[in-house]
């Protein structure tokens, strides 16, 4: 039996299911196919603290590792309000509330199809999808 490759599509929204797993709070997956060549998707999250941030990004970044999904690339590791993980087809995006808002990536980006990822969904592997 073969193994299948996830598509950039399952993996944005499996780390979207993780982040909000991890307590990450407004997960949303965007797809960014048709509007820029930066990446096919994006996942964008709010921590709750500095501390829960950093936690975040690190359980991801294990996680992808884990999962040799591809090759990690990471920023703001220790900015305490931002960190973009970019794994090509694939940027998350984990943000401090207050810097989430202040960049405003969402409305940026107000015309990307997106997928928003509740914590009780994600709890039973569901997302809202209106792709």
Known sequence: MTEEKATSREIAIAIGETIAEK????VRVLDMRELTDIADWFVIASAQSRRHLKVLADELIDD????????VRVEGLNSESWV???IFDVVVHIFMPEKREFFGLEGHWGDAP????????ADNSGAQDDL
Do not use: P
């Not at 590792?65 to 591809?70: D, E, M, N, R």
């Open 64 to 71: 992808i590792k884990s999962a040799h999904i591809g090759t």
């Open 23 to 26: 307590l990450g709070r407004d």
């Open 114 to 121: 997106s997928i928003v990822i509740e914590a009780s969904e």
């Open 84 to 86: 973009i993980i970019d």
